[in-house]
């Protein structure tokens, strides 16, 4: 108390802060940085790095022998992306609507058995579809021809024009159960009287759904599309483990993770470059930076409304 | 009929059309059934095929081993080709430790960040929240060369340091919400008893985030045990493979043993299932409450 | 406006059964309360009229029609939350007009009749904006308004004005009055405040333990309750009580031996009593009053004084488990730890067999 003008130096809060904060920055926010600094340059003749500007940009857009690679990629991965769209959030929504029913019995067992692909891990759920689906098994064949469907059994896995739709539909089987947890708790979050309120006011159930409670959740159902956009722009094991870095057929698999790690760590003939994996990385978290703005900037804001 | 599919300790919502509703009941028990058998169908697929002999895997997929086709071959094939145990307890390690530390670093980093103020307090809050969103694998061509100049690839302490990287923003960012929960007489109670600050968390605040913690650690867990990319490029050597690693390479590598693949997979499966069960009441409810804000 | 009627209505959760066999006739235009503890059955049976629960057993017409089986937009009744249950998604006007709107109302019709239910409650230029960002009492006032546009024959209320503050209570009690005289509704209130009972019903109907205890208007329930449990739920402070024992019983009056050594004289009839009877003998607060002049008479220390300006509470003791309230006139100027002496005309208490039930009082009307 002798030196009360002076408060002393807050030791404690860096005690607190810097183990952490310092991890942190060394090994997420400072190679996250080098990286988009790295992507300006490019091999030096001395072995080096040299500055290149946007030389590395400008290849991968347009000179031919990348940028057919980097638009197929991207192509692809927003195909990706609608196809968990169009089938992962909606199923989910309905398993949540099923789920959150009143006097549903083994609620529980449901969402527990339903959630459990989720805990696993990509490489192994590619791997177990990849014998399902396989010829030499024989498994999925079967099932078609047990439904009557034999004549239409192909290997998708194998041909250009299925397996980007196989691998989506396998991810989109795996993770269904994050969107069916996230938008069940939010129905679960709904106030019983307001449901009521409907019900007194002579909404049949499928009224008070799409009225009242769809409405109140799509703040959730916005946020389960955010978070699908930034793991699928960031996907990479469940084509790895299926189809091998080559993303084939004839890249028809390839997303930009995949490109990512074939730019960086080379392949066949091409040699890995650091710089362009650089540019690749740099181009993705650009992608990544528009969603989740385009997500805080325009769906949320419009969507603020709606929240209780 | 009715009373098994829907808790009749409930009230419907009026009781007209009684019969109506068990049709309803079963309906949806109905849909329920059949997403719950596609979720489960291919998994135990894999671990009822895991313990028979190959004949009998090709012969009757569907079928439960029996004594004839019962063949534990595979896993012989496995435990003997290559380093499950060593992967498996990599995997262990790693996963431990990172979770373990992003519980301890992130509540500190979450205590100063929501308790004290000062100057750039703000910034640094954001600084961590822009790492719940921007993937940590974008700067891997950076974290790869920082390892090399560390000598630390090909150690199980590279995917620590990572792991720890990775988790700590989304741990900082629950942890924060639920330290704001804290009522604020608790510490102001313990400074007014002259309680250093370094105590007032360890001795007070820390035992009072065990059940955030917990949905932390579940969420921490489940991305840095099921990782590939990763242990791929950081530590692909076989003294510091993981087990997804592991069996990702083992199955690349004895792609027409299928005894051996189905075995690989069940010893990569069986252990987070055995998890998942136990502790799937404290996940949901972690994911469930995390939902809310 | 119609006429609601329940016949030995029951509910039952699993096994156990809240509601046991409620008969209630309610009449065109009446103003219904239902009141108790929480967990008396009251809110529950506020859902079997709305049809937000089933019925277990008995009958519910509504006008006549047994309507156990509609559902609640059939039955003609709208209903206010106590928690509003606004959609918070919706402006007012939407909110007001979602009723109309699932019935396939036209535009003109809802917007004709929104306007005219604002108009009435003063909210018409608040339309546009969404619930968050109104105060509670506007929120109160869309949820009637909400109910009002439907023209309901039955309106319900759930402890509507529980979540504002006490004098804005005050206000909208007096507004919900008023308003059920202009619309002239069948009216049926919940609520756990005596006070918005007294003040509101045309009859109150007092709940306990999944049973009507006692079912009258107001005044008759305050003069004269039937059980020990409703004369201590209406009225405040609570009506005092004091255990004794019957010392002499005739029709014309009793005489009873309280436990605190005092002789008191009650004007009830006493025909059933015999002397040695345990009863309990029940004194509202407002019917104590100073002097030593009275024939039941009481001496003990103040422990501590209320004053409200118009009236004071005292409150007393004389150290042997005779701990009485009084309400005196806001003038009397008395000091906390005095002795002070007080008492009661025979006319005044009220006198409770040991099963609770109360013995016919004598007044002189």
Known sequence: MKHSERRPFPWHILFFLLPGLAIYLVFSVYPLLDTLRMSFYGDAADGGHAFVGLRNFVTLLTDSTWSDAFWNALKNNFEFFFIHMLLQNPIGLLLAVLLSLPKLRLRNTYRTLIFMPTMLSVVIIGFIWQLILSPIWGIAENFMYGIGLGNHFDSWLGKEGTALITLGLISVWQFVGIPMMLIYASLLNIPDEIVDASVVDGANPLQTFFYVKLPLILPTIAMVSILTFVANFNAFELIYAVKGALAGPNFSTDIMGTLFYRTFFGFQLQQGSPTMGAAVATLMFLIILAGVMVFLLVVQRRINRFQL | MKALFFDRSQPATGGWQRGAQTGKALAVHAVLLTYTVIALFPILLVLINSLKSRKAIFRDPLGLPSLDTLNLGGFEQVLLRSDFGLYACNSLVVTILAVGLVLLLGAMAAWALTEYRFRGNLLLAFLFAMGIMIPIRLGTVSILNLMVQLHLVNTLTALVLVYIAQGLPLAVYILSEFIRTIPKELKEAARCDGISEYKIFFAVILPLLRPAMATVAVFTMIPIWNDLWFPLILAPGEESRTITLGVQQFVGQYVTDWNAVLSSLTLAIVPVLVLYLIFSRQLIRGLTAGAVK | ?365
């Open chain 3, 1 to 365: 406006m119609a006429k609601v009627q329940l016949k030995n209505l029951q509910k039952r959760f699993n096994d156990v059964k809240v509601l046991h066999g409620i008969d209630l006739d309610i009449q065109h235009g009446e103003f219904v309360v239902l009141v108790g503890e929480s967990g008396c059955g009251k809110s529950t049976l506020l859902r079997l009229l709305a049809g937000l629960e089933e019925i277990s057993d008995g009958e519910l017409l509504i006008d006549d029609v047994v309507v156990n089986h509609q559902p609640p937009a059939k039955r003609g009744i709208a209903m206010v939350f106590q928690s509003y249950a606004l959609y918070p998604h919706m402006s007012v006007f939407k909110n007001m007009a979602f009723g109309l709107k699932i019935a396939g109302a036209s535009k003109a019709d809802m917007q004709k009749k929104v306007e005219e239910a604002a108009r009435k409650l003063k909210i018409d230029h608040l339309l546009h904006r969404l619930p968050r960002e109104l105060s509670g009492g506007q929120r109160q006032r869309v949820a009637i308004g909400r109910a009002i546009v439907r023209d309901p024959k039955v309106f319900l209320f759930d402890e509507p004005l529980s979540n504002l503050d006490a004098s804005l209570r005050v206000q909208t009690r007096v507004e919900l009055g008023k308003l059920h005289q202009e619309l002239g509704a069948t009216i049926v209130y919940v609520t756990h405040d005596q006070v918005e009972a007294m003040t509101l019903g045309d009859k109150i109907v007092v709940m306990n333990g999944g049973r009507i205890e006692q079912c009258g208007a107001p005044l008759s329930l305050y003069h004269h309750p039937k059980t020990l449990f409703v004369a201590q739920f209406i009225g405040s402070p609570k009506m005092n009580v004091l255990a004794g024992q019957v010392q002499q019983a005739s029709a014309t009056g009793v005489s009873v031996m309280l436990e605190c050594g005092v002789l008191a004289e009650v004007a009830v009839d006493g025909s059933q009593l015999q002397s040695g009877d345990p009863v309990s003998l029940g004194i509202r607060p407002e019917h104590l009053s100073l002097g030593t002049e009275l024939p039941t008479c009481f001496a003990g220390e103040v422990t501590l004084t209320e004053e409200l300006g118009e009236a004071t509470y005292v409150y007393t003791s004389n150290g042997a488990g005779q701990d009485l309230v009084l309400k005196v006139d806001g003038h009397e100027e008395i000091a906390v730890h005095s002795q002070i002496r007080f008492g009661f005309k025979a006319g005044m208490a009220h006198l409770f067999d040991k099963d609770g039930m109360a013995l016919p009082r004598l007044l002189k009307s």
